[in-house]
């Protein structure tokens, strides 16, 4: 994936620019999370390193609760599960208490002073996913340090097909 956005961009020449939509486990920086023990990298730490923080702009989704269209195991039939309500010490329970429907943080300096920089659960919803192991979907993460932005929705629906 970092691959190809290199190459697009030496494609369409030094001042180009692009959007990337990714998961989250591929957009959010690796570094400041439970990847980097076992040396995993991911396009938005790799897109960091290789273009400059500056260059770079990093948003994740969130949601405390909802629905979502994904297979309970690789090559599993796609199917609409429920997402169960987050877990506490997770930043989706945090954003919960705010009482919002849906909100969304760009995280500044102050965000990334030292005494914000705390370890919390950041639900990891994808393509493959089981409600039963919810509870294992959340990644050890320093948010702010993560992402440069995080959205928030309290409840999803899950996205269909437009055409089969």
Not at 16 to 27: E, F, P, R, V
Not at 133 to 153: E, G, H, K, N, S
């Amino acid at each position: 994936m970092h691959g190809t956005v290199n190459e697009l961009l030496t494609l369409y020449g030094e001042h180009s620019k692009g959007i990337i939509w990714a998961h989250n486990t591929h957009i959010g920086d690796a570094e400041y999370t439970n990847m980097r023990r076992s040396g995993e990298k991911n396009i938005g730490q790799l897109s960091r390193a290789d273009l400059g923080n500056e260059n770079v702009f990093l948003i994740g989704f969130t949601t405390y609760e909802g629905k979502v269209i994904a297979g309970s195991k690789w090559g599993a039939k796609m199917q609409e599960m429920t997402i169960p309500p987050a877990v506490p010490n997770s930043i989706e329970y945090e954003l919960n208490t705010l009482g919002l429907e849906k909100m969304y943080i760009i995280f500044d300096q102050e965000d990334r002073t030292e005494k914000n920089l705390k370890i919390t659960g950041n639900r990891a919803v994808g393509v493959v996913y089981n409600p039963k192991w919810d509870q294992r979907q959340f990644v050890p993460t320093i948010v702010p340090m993560r992402y440069d932005a995080l959205f928030f929705f309290k409840r999803t629906t899950a996205v269909h097909a437009l055409k089969r």
